[in-house]
């Protein structure tokens, strides 16, 4: 069986539609916190947020780095 070539020609369009998608799940999980009285809730969604932006920046450096190339 043949290993697939590594083909990023469209990585950089692939990484812009998942951080649109993550701004997406970050303004979702903020609308979501008028929602909820939990106290634990709140902490846990500020902090899967405050970890969608760490990848946010890492994927727009990756965007940047696919097209230097």
């Known amino acids: 069986m043949k290993a697939n070539a590594d083909d990023r020609r469209d990585n950089a369009e692939k990484?812009?539609?998942?951080?649109?998608?993550?701004i997406e799940n970050i303004h979702d999980a903020e609308a979501s916190l008028e929602f909820t009285d939990s106290d634990i809730?709140?902490?846990?969604?500020?902090?899967?947020?405050?970890?969608?932006?760490?990848?946010?920046?890492?994927?727009?450096?990756?965007?940047?780095d696919?097209?230097?190339q």
């Open 66 to 68: 696919e097209s230097k």
């Open 41 to 64: 809730q709140k902490k846990a969604i500020k902090e899967k947020n405050q970890r969608r932006k760490q990848s946010i920046e890492s994927m727009r450096n990756e965007i940047k």
């Open 15 to 22: 990484l812009k539609s998942m951080v649109q998608d993550t």
